[in-house]
C-alpha cells in the first residue's frame, strides 16, 4: 500500500522537480496525503467521518418504493434538487411493482425537501407528480448542471443513463439483455428533458449502477466514471469527451490493488474548494457479507490515479437500517448548505429492501475535513516550494486545550526568510477553517509574491484540515 501511494503521488499534479515550486493558485489545499509536503516531523493522518443528521427523503409515493436509488444531488444557483430512480420491489411476493421512473425533489436550504407536483408524465392516469423522465435510462439517471462555458442554454442540463428491457408489463433493468451501453440527455430547466442519442455511445463496459458524467474543469472535457467487471470484481472505468456525443475508449482507474473489493458506485466529483482534487465516495459491495454495503473515501488530483482509505466512512451504525442488502450508498453530490459554511453536506442511503419506502439520511462533514494531520504533543510540517500568488495565508484547524500554532515561511535552503518567522508571528489557534496567519510590524504576504517559499508549521493539540493562499 505505501508502494502504491508513492506511485500515485510521483504522477499527481502537485508533484514537482528538483529547482520547481508547486503552482497552487487560490485552491484550498486538503491534507489528505503528502502531495503538498516534504517532510513531516511526529503527528498522524486521522481520516474522518461525517455526523448523522435527519431524514432529507423517504420515497414513500406510489411510483416511488423500498428500492428507490442512485439519488444524485447537485445545486443549480439558489435551489438544490436531488434526482432519483422510483422503484418498489414485493419482498414477500419477490417481484418488481412497477415500472421505475426519474424523480425529483427540491429545497432551498438542502434539508427540508418537497417533491414538486410537475404534471410532465403520467403515472396510473395523473400527471400529478414529481416525476421528470419515462423512458431509456430510468434505471440510473445520472444529470448534471454543464458549466461547460460553450454550452447552449437549452442543454444547461445533461445526463447519462442506460438502457433497459421490456417484460411482462412493465421495464426493468438487465446486463443480460437488451441494449447495453450509455446513452445521452439534456435538458434546459432540468425537469423537461430529451434524449439525444438513438443508440448507447459508451458501450465497453457493464453500467448498471450509477454512472456518473460531468464538465471537467482542469481538462476542458467532459469525462464519464461508469462500471466494469475486472475478473468478476465490479471497478470503475474512465472516458472523456469533447463534445458529449463522441468519448473515448474507457479505461479502468487506478488504485490499491493490493485488496481487490467490489466498489459498485463511484461518486466522483470535482471539489468545489479545489476543483483540481476529485473526491469520490464509492460504496464497497460485500457480495459474501449478505450483499451489504458501506461507502469509504478516495481521492485523486488527476483524476485518473486514486488513493483509496480502507475504513467505511458511513458505517452501519450511522443511525440506524444501514446493515441490510444494499442499504448504505453514499449519494453522489457533496453541498455547501446556507444555514453553515463551516460544513459539506453528505447525503446517504438507507432502509432498502424494507418496507414500502426506503430513505435518504443527510450528514454533516466540517469543511476540508475528509482528514487531518493530529498532533497530540508537537509536530511539525514543511511543504515543498510553493509559488506565492496571494496576499495572505490561510489554515483550517481545530486546537485543543492548550494547543498553538506557529509559521514560519522558509527559502529554498530552510532558512527563515526575515520578517517572516514563527518569532515574528502571531501564535495561532481555536477552532477555524479560515484562520489568517498574520505577521507583526505589518509585513504582507504580497511582499513574498511570484517567489518560491516553503511553509513550516509547529503545532501542538491540533488538527490542521487544510492550507491556503488566497
Same mark, same amino acid.
Given at each position: 500500500?505505501?508502494?502504491?501511494?508513492?506511485?500515485?503521488?510521483?504522477?499527481?499534479?502537485?508533484?514537482?522537480?528538483?529547482?520547481?515550486?508547486?503552482?497552487?493558485?487560490?485552491?484550498?489545499?486538503?491534507?489528505?496525503?503528502?502531495?503538498?509536503?516534504?517532510?513531516?516531523?511526529?503527528?498522524?493522518?486521522?481520516?474522518?467521518?461525517?455526523?448523522?443528521?435527519?431524514?432529507?427523503?423517504?420515497?414513500?409515493?406510489?411510483?416511488?418504493?423500498?428500492?428507490?436509488?442512485?439519488?444524485?444531488?447537485?445545486?443549480?444557483?439558489?435551489?438544490?434538487?436531488?434526482?432519483?430512480?422510483?422503484?418498489?420491489?414485493?419482498?414477500?411476493?419477490?417481484?418488481?411493482?412497477?415500472?421505475?421512473?426519474?424523480?425529483?425533489?427540491?429545497?432551498?436550504?438542502?434539508?427540508?425537501?418537497?417533491?414538486?407536483?410537475?404534471?410532465?408524465?403520467?403515472?396510473?392516469?395523473?400527471?400529478?407528480?414529481?416525476?421528470?423522465?419515462?423512458?431509456?435510462?430510468?434505471?440510473?439517471?445520472?444529470?448534471?448542471?454543464?458549466?461547460?462555458?460553450?454550452?447552449?442554454?437549452?442543454?444547461?442540463?445533461?445526463?447519462?443513463?442506460?438502457?433497459?428491457?421490456?417484460?411482462?408489463?412493465?421495464?426493468?433493468?438487465?446486463?443480460?439483455?437488451?441494449?447495453?451501453?450509455?446513452?445521452?440527455?439534456?435538458?434546459?430547466?432540468?425537469?423537461?428533458?430529451?434524449?439525444?442519442?438513438?443508440?448507447?455511445?459508451?458501450?465497453?463496459?457493464?453500467?448498471?449502477?450509477?454512472?456518473?458524467?460531468?464538465?471537467?474543469?482542469?481538462?476542458?472535457?467532459?469525462?464519464?466514471?461508469?462500471?466494469?467487471?475486472?475478473?468478476?470484481?465490479?471497478?470503475?472505468?474512465?472516458?472523456?469527451?469533447?463534445? %458529449?456525443?463522441?468519448?473515448?475508449?474507457?479505461?479502468?482507474? #487506478? $488504485? =490499491?490493488?493490493?485488496?481487490?473489493?467490489? @466498489?459498485?458506485? /463511484? &461518486?466522483?466529483?470535482?471539489?468545489?474548494?479545489?476543483?483540481?482534487?476529485?473526491?469520490?465516495?464509492?460504496?464497497?459491495?460485500?457480495?459474501?457479507?449478505?450483499?451489504?454495503?458501506?461507502?469509504?473515501?478516495?481521492?485523486?488530483?488527476?483524476?485518473?490515479?486514486?488513493?483509496?482509505?480502507?475504513?467505511?466512512?458511513?458505517?452501519?451504525? %450511522?443511525?440506524?437500517?444501514?446493515?441490510?442488502?444494499?442499504? #448504505? $450508498? =453514499?449519494?453522489?453530490?457533496?453541498?455547501? @448548505?446556507?444555514? /453553515? &459554511?463551516?460544513?459539506?453536506?453528505?447525503?446517504?442511503?438507507?432502509?432498502?429492501?424494507?418496507?414500502?419506502?426506503?430513505?435518504?439520511?443527510?450528514?454533516?462533514?466540517?469543511?476540508?475535513?475528509?482528514?487531518?494531520?493530529?498532533?497530540?504533543?508537537?509536530?511539525?510540517?514543511?511543504?515543498?516550494?510553493?509559488?506565492?500568488?496571494?496576499?495572505?495565508?490561510?489554515?483550517?484547524?481545530?486546537?485543543?486545550?492548550?494547543?498553538?500554532?506557529?509559521?514560519?515561511?522558509?527559502?529554498?535552503?530552510?532558512?527563515?526568510?526575515?520578517?517572516?518567522?514563527?518569532?515574528?508571528?502571531?501564535?495561532?489557534?481555536?477552532?477555524?477553517?479560515?484562520?489568517?496567519?498574520?505577521?507583526?510590524?505589518?509585513?504582507?504576504?504580497?511582499?513574498?509574491?511570484?517567489?518560491?517559499?516553503?511553509?513550516?508549521?509547529?503545532?501542538?493539540?491540533?488538527?490542521?484540515?487544510?492550507?491556503?493562499?488566497?
Amino acid at each position: 500500500m505505501t508502494r502504491f501511494i508513492a506511485l500515485v503521488l510521483t504522477a499527481i499534479s502537485l508533484s514537482v522537480q528538483a529547482g520547481e515550486s508547486i503552482k497552487i493558485g487560490n485552491n484550498v489545499q486538503l491534507l489528505v496525503d503528502d502531495a503538498l509536503i516534504e517532510r513531516q516531523i511526529n503527528g498522524e493522518r486521522v481520516y474522518h467521518r461525517p455526523t448523522p443528521k435527519e431524514v432529507a427523503i423517504t420515497t414513500d409515493a406510489p411510483w416511488e418504493g423500498n428500492v428507490s436509488a442512485y439519488f444524485t444531488f447537485l445545486q443549480d444557483g439558489d435551489e438544490f434538487r436531488a434526482y432519483y430512480r422510483g422503484s418498489h420491489y414485493d419482498t414477500e411476493r419477490k417481484l418488481v411493482t412497477h415500472r421505475e421512473v426519474t424523480c425529483v425533489a427540491v429545497s432551498k436550504d438542502g434539508i427540508t425537501w418537497s417533491k414538486p407536483e410537475l404534471g410532465i408524465w403520467e403515472f396510473d392516469g395523473n400527471k400529478q407528480n414529481n416525476i421528470v423522465w419515462d423512458g431509456i435510462g430510468t434505471h440510473c439517471f445520472a444529470p448534471f448542471v454543464d458549466t461547460n462555458p460553450d454550452c447552449p442554454p437549452e442543454q444547461r442540463y445533461k445526463a447519462v443513463s442506460r438502457g433497459r428491457y421490456v417484460t411482462g408489463d412493465f421495464e426493468v433493468p438487465s446486463r443480460q439483455k437488451g441494449i447495453t451501453g450509455l446513452y445521452l440527455f439534456t435538458s434546459a430547466d432540468g425537469l423537461n428533458w430529451k434524449q439525444i442519442s438513438d443508440k448507447p455511445v459508451i458501450t465497453d463496459g457493464a453500467f448498471d449502477s450509477q454512472n456518473i458524467a460531468f464538465w471537467d474543469s482542469n481538462k476542458n472535457k467532459y469525462v464519464c466514471y461508469s462500471r466494469l467487471f475486472i475478473n468478476g470484481v465490479r471497478a470503475i472505468q474512465y472516458c472523456e469527451s469533447d463534445d %458529449f456525443r463522441h468519448w473515448t475508449k474507457p479505461i479502468p482507474i #487506478n $488504485y =490499491a490493488k493490493a485488496y481487490r473489493e467490489h @466498489l459498485y458506485t /463511484n &461518486a466522483i466529483q470535482q471539489y468545489s474548494r479545489n476543483p483540481s482534487l476529485y473526491i469520490g465516495l464509492p460504496t464497497r459491495y460485500l457480495p459474501k457479507e449478505d450483499s451489504r454495503v458501506e461507502p469509504i473515501f478516495m481521492h485523486s488530483h488527476d483524476g485518473i490515479n486514486f488513493i483509496r482509505h480502507s475504513e467505511a466512512f458511513i458505517p452501519e451504525s %450511522f443511525p440506524k437500517e444501514r446493515s441490510g442488502n444494499r442499504s #448504505n $450508498y =453514499a449519494c453522489r453530490g457533496i453541498l455547501t @448548505l446556507p444555514h /453553515n &459554511a463551516n460544513t459539506l453536506s453528505i447525503y446517504g442511503s438507507e432502509a432498502y429492501y424494507t418496507g414500502k419506502d426506503s430513505r435518504v439520511r443527510r450528514f454533516e462533514l466540517r469543511t476540508d475535513g475528509f482528514a487531518s494531520i493530529r498532533a497530540t504533543g508537537q509536530a511539525q510540517i514543511f511543504t515543498k516550494p510553493i509559488l506565492i500568488e496571494g496576499d495572505a495565508i490561510y489554515l483550517n484547524n481545530q486546537t485543543r486545550g492548550k494547543g498553538s500554532i506557529w509559521v514560519d515561511l522558509l527559502d529554498k535552503n530552510d532558512k527563515p526568510i526575515p520578517g517572516f518567522s514563527k518569532y515574528e508571528a502571531n501564535s495561532m489557534g481555536g477552532d477555524s477553517v479560515h484562520n489568517e496567519v498574520v505577521w507583526k510590524q505589518g509585513r504582507s504576504l504580497k511582499e513574498l509574491r511570484g517567489k518560491a517559499v516553503k511553509i513550516h508549521i509547529t503545532f501542538s493539540s491540533t488538527d490542521l484540515y487544510s492550507i491556503q493562499i488566497k
